[in-house]
């Protein structure tokens, strides 16, 4: 018997149907979950019940968490999607949610997160009102690096356009001290999305969009390894980056 899962499922006062509905399963997988603790459900499944009970994985699957486990030096990926599109949104939630002194999100227009996130920016304000503080590394819509990565992309649904998703976003957020935003180009082709300690990164493939590239989950667990190099990759962009208030300032002036 799988005592962890079932004790959650009390906790939460949740039937096997409804954590079933929860997860995108039968309830009778689900029960096979709880009868059978040598049943390992699949990763997205493990998060989606983890995030519906409330619960860390280690509590309902230490199984699943030991046999991931390694000891060389990609001990810091918890996880590889062959595109972006395959992990499930309730990851990204999960992650915003639990974090609580630093969300870096670096993508180059991160137009899909408010698209794909219910209320993220309702989410982001109590974060950043509480404490954490939340920083958008954005590519620049009138930079001649756009213009190239569009041509290239060739897709309707341009980067400028989806920039400017984000700029609309983060201008409903300007009255929060706590949210920053800036433009750079130089990530133009990786996206890192940083959520404390632990971390998105997704290589951006030729003629790809973002939801069609190879992503990780990152978690740090050692000094100078993966973490720590994409975080001073973006840490360094930050710094070359230029204030989006300020710059829409001097277009106006």
């Known amino acids: 018997m799988n005592h962890g899962l079932r004790r959650a499922m009390a906790n939460a006062k949740m039937t096997e149907t409804q954590l079933a509905e929860a997860c995108g399963v039968d309830a009778k997988t689900v029960g096979r979950w709880i009868t059978e603790p040598n049943r390992i459900p699949h990763a997205r499944h493990?998060?989606?019940?983890?995030?519906?009970?409330?619960?860390?994985?280690?509590?309902?699957?230490?199984?699943?968490?030991r046999s991931a486990l390694t000891?060389?030096?990609?001990?810091?990926?918890?996880?590889?999607?062959?595109?972006?599109?395959?992990?499930?949104?309730?990851?990204?939630?999960?992650?915003v949610t639990k974090?609580?002194?630093d969300l870096v999100f670096a993508g180059y227009t991160n137009c899909f997160l408010w698209l794909e996130q219910a209320n993220l920016a309702g989410a982001l304000r109590r974060?950043?009102?509480?404490?954490?503080?939340?920083?958008?590394?954005?590519?620049?819509?009138?930079?001649p690096v756009t213009?190239?990565?569009?041509?290239?992309?060739?897709?309707?649904?341009?980067?400028?356009?989806?920039?400017?998703?984000?700029l609309n976003e983060l201008?409903?957020?300007?009255?929060?001290?706590?949210?920053?935003?800036?433009?750079?180009t130089g990530h133009v082709n990786l996206s890192v999305f940083r959520f404390d300690d632990e971390m998105i990164v997704t290589p951006i493939l030729a003629r790809r969009v973002g939801h069609d590239s190879p992503?990780?989950?990152?978690?740090?667990?050692?000094?100078?390894?993966?973490?720590?190099?994409?975080?001073?990759?973006?840490?360094?962009?930050?710094?070359?980056?230029?204030?989006?208030?300020?710059?829409?300032?001097?277009?106006?002036?």
């Not at 030096?73 to 992990?87: G, H, L, N, T």
């Not at 950043?128 to 620049?140: Q, T």
């Open 46 to 65: 493990r998060w989606a019940a983890c995030e519906a009970l409330g619960e860390e994985e280690t509590a309902l699957w230490p199984n699943a968490i």
């Open 71 to 95: 000891t060389g030096p990609d001990k810091e990926i918890v996880q590889v999607f062959p595109y972006r599109s395959a992990a499930p949104s309730s990851l990204w939630r999960s992650l």
């Open 99 to 101: 974090a609580q002194r």
């Open 127 to 143: 974060k950043a009102e509480s404490g954490c503080r939340v920083r958008f590394l954005i590519g620049d819509p009138d930079s």
């Open 147 to 166: 213009a190239a990565r569009e041509a290239e992309e060739a897709v309707p649904l341009t980067l400028s356009t989806r920039i400017s998703v984000t």
């Open 171 to 184: 201008e409903k957020l300007r009255d929060v001290s706590n949210i920053e935003g800036r433009f750079e």
């Open 215 to 253: 992503m990780m989950h990152l978690r740090r667990r050692q000094t100078d390894g993966l973490f720590d190099r994409f975080a001073a990759h973006v840490e360094e962009l930050w710094s070359r980056g230029r204030d989006i208030q300020e710059v829409e300032h001097d277009a106006q002036a």
